[in-house]
Every structure is written in C-alpha cells, then in structure tokens.
C-alpha cells in the first residue's frame, strides 16, 4: 500500500487548504486512518482519526476548524482546514492500515508541509 499526501502550502492565518491523501488500494474503508503533524522541535502529534466506517475524532487544538472525509470511489481522505493559525505551522502525513503501536498505523504517506504565516 502507497499513501500519497499532497496540498500543503503558504497561506496566511485566517486561511484554509485542504490535504488529501490518495491511497492505492482501498485501505481507508478497511482500517481507519490518522492525519499527523510534526512542527520543528515539536513530537508527532495526532490532528484527526477516521475510522473504517468514516466516524471522526479530532485533537481539541483542531476542532471546529479541520474536517476529516474520505472519497471511497477515489481511495482517498481529505483534511479540510479553515481558520489556520501559525501554530498550525507543521508537516502534515496521513497514515493508514493495521495498528501498530498505540493509533500508529503501518503505513504513511510522505509528508505535506503547511506554514501558516501570521
């Protein structure tokens, strides 16, 4: 399985992008799925989960401003983001398939950066 993410991008606060994560099979109705962050200095931090059956959960830092969905007939999952702040400012990957360790799934997309300039 290959996860390829793509949409991230310069924006300023206040802006939106929206990332997407195309997978090549249809790994997202099988297992759930987690989009990821990773600022400088910063560890990895879970942003938003998917479940198989498409139910979300998002970090309390993200809520009412991001929004997980899935295009099941394209294999892929979207991070809508609005409202974005500087600290939003990270890489963001998206991950999928079995459980690992802990909600860390065995396979990841390459990483998309997002800066958000103030």
């Known amino acids: 399985v290959q996860l390829q993410a793509s949409g991230g991008g310069l924006v300023q606060a206040g802006g939106s992008l929206r990332l997407s994560c195309a997978a090549s099979?249809?790994?997202?109705?099988?297992?759930?799925m987690g989009w990821y962050r990773q600022a400088p200095g910063k560890q990895r931090e879970l942003v938003a989960s998917?479940?198989?059956?498409?139910?979300?959960d998002y970090a309390d830092s993200v809520k009412g401003r991001f929004t997980a969905s899935r295009d099941g007939a394209k294999n892929a999952v979207y991070l809508q983001m609005n409202s974005l702040k500087p600290e939003d400012t990270a890489v963001y990957y998206c991950?999928?398939?079995?459980?690992?360790?802990?909600?860390?799934?065995?396979?990841w997309g390459q990483g998309t950066q997002v800066t958000v300039s103030s």
């Open positions: 998917m479940t198989s059956g498409g139910s979300t």
């Open positions: 991950n999928a398939g079995p459980i690992t360790v802990g909600k860390l799934r065995r396979y």
């Open positions: 099979g249809r790994i997202f109705s099988i297992s759930g």
